[in-house]
């Protein structure tokens, strides 16, 4: 049983947190900003001090290669994102890179060769905040989004990522893509939801994830003074767009147990006290373990768009900015997973998530797999995120003894 040195890991918890740090206890660290940059800086300074071979891909995401005792075997990847929300947790991508780390420190320590070679890796753009959409870096390297397209993507001040990868120094020259194939890959993450600590379990192996789709709305009716204009004239885009919120919210019910259904975003034009709304454009983000179920929300949320601009005499547009089906993880790798949190005495529960990860993109390629700690009050995408520090030692022991046994893997088991 490998052995992690859980003060250690608080060491580097404690210092990448501090990059990017806010002043209420959380991370202020979008993706490809100078404190991505400092962090990166930090990741490959530990790599580099555990010998490992660094490399950079052309999409900045960062990988380093532990040697196994078979050099030409099939690697397992292990890993997750350092990029943070704005104004987000410090668990949430940071502790799963952490935990990936100290999974190869205490191999080191306990000088284990494992059969298969180790590679670990930070995802550039795992949030979508600065650059959409999310999994920017894991979705490229998984062949399932242009590496090109990605570059030339741009955030709210005109910049590329391109730019920002070259102004913080990580426009790596080693190809998008994996360069063979792999064994497995697994990554630990905060549940970002209340059924582990609900329940008082260590450890949640991920089944699988909800399917998604975003869509975003515009609302288009007629400007016009607030005062004179008789109610019975107007084409108020706003009371359209407030009417497709509410319908939004009821539908999650009507369409499968687990479906919800949120909107996010609304802006309105021109946005002044004394005018009536000509404009109203908003998100819509759907998810189901269900992809008919999604299907069948989109058009629902068409439908209600219809519906609603009959009544007021105004015009829409809807457009779909990303979907993605369901993901199922390895059954073989939830079990090795399962496997090893028994041996170290933890309690396990099955579960399925509701939050897209890289581990999403990366099953699409290999046999992939997904731990969950608890997270206190479910709270994520927020300064007040935390997991208790017994927690995160459970979940990354689990993590790296199930990380050593896919390295010892026979091939004839893959
Ligand atoms: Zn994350």
Not at 100 to 117: F, Q
Not at 125 to 149: I, Q, T, V
Not at 226 to 254: F, I, K, N, Q, Y
Not at 378 to 386: A, D, L, W, Y
Request: proline share 4%; glycine share 10%; charged share 30%.
């Amino acid at each position: 049983m490998i052995e992690i040195d859980p003060e250690r890991l608080r060491e580097a918890f404690d210092r990448y947190a501090a990059i990017g740090a806010t002043e209420n206890g959380g991370l202020h660290r979008l993706a490809l900003s100078a404190a991505d940059g400092e962090v990166r800086d930090a990741f490959v300074a530990d790599l580099e001090a555990l010998g490992l071979d660094v490399r950079v891909d052309g999409l900045g995401n960062v990988f380093g290669r532990r040697e196994g005792r078979d050099s030409g075997a099939d690697p397992v990847l292990i890993g997750s994102h350092l990029d943070s929300q704005p104004y987000g947790g410090r668990y949430d991508g940071q502790l799963g890179v952490l935990a990936a780390l100290e999974t190869l420190r205490a191999l080191e320590d306990a000088s284990v060769e494992t059969d298969r070679p180790i590679e670990i890796v930070d995802w550039t753009n795992e949030e979508g905040a600065r650059f959409k959409p999310a999994l920017m870096g894991s979705e490229a390297y998984a062949g399932l989004a242009d590496a090109e397209d990605a570059l030339a993507v741009e955030d709210g001040d005109g910049t590329t990522v391109e730019e920002a990868l070259e102004s913080i120094g990580y426009r790596g020259d080693a190809p998008v893509g994996p360069d063979g194939d792999l064994h497995a890959y697994l990554e630990l993450h905060v549940e970002q939801g209340p059924v582990l600590e609900n329940e008082g379990v260590d450890i949640g192996v991920v089944e699988g994830i909800k399917g998604m789709s975003w869509l975003s709305a515009t609302i288009r009716g007629e400007a016009d003074h607030a005062g004179p204009s008789p109610m019975h004239t107007r084409a108020d885009a706003l009371v359209a767009a407030a009417d497709v919120v509410g319908a939004v919210r009821r539908l999650s019910a009507r369409l499968a147990d687990d479906a919800v259904t949120t909107v996010g975003e609304l802006t309105v034009e021109p946005g002044s006290i004394n005018v009536i709304p000509s404009a109203a454009t908003f998100t819509v983000d759907l998810r189901s373990y269900d992809d008919a179920a999604v299907a069948r929300g989109v058009e629902r949320v068409e439908a209600e768009l219809e519906a609603a601009c009959d009544r007021e005499g105004t015009t829409y547009e809807l457009s779909e900015l990303w979907r993605i089906p369901h993901t199922e993880f390895s059954p073989r790798v939830c079990d090795v997973a399962a496997a090893a949190a028994a041996e170290r005495g933890r309690t396990v529960r099955r579960l399925r998530g509701g939050a897209g990860h890289d581990a999403s993109s990366l099953a699409t390629l290999t046999e992939a797999g997904l731990v969950f700690v608890p997270s206190v009050g479910g709270k994520t995408h927020n300064e007040r995120e935390f997991t208790e520090w017994t927690d995160v030692v459970a979940g990354v022991g689990v993590f790296a003894e199930t990380v050593r046994r896919l390295a010892d893997e026979a091939s004839e088991s893959a």
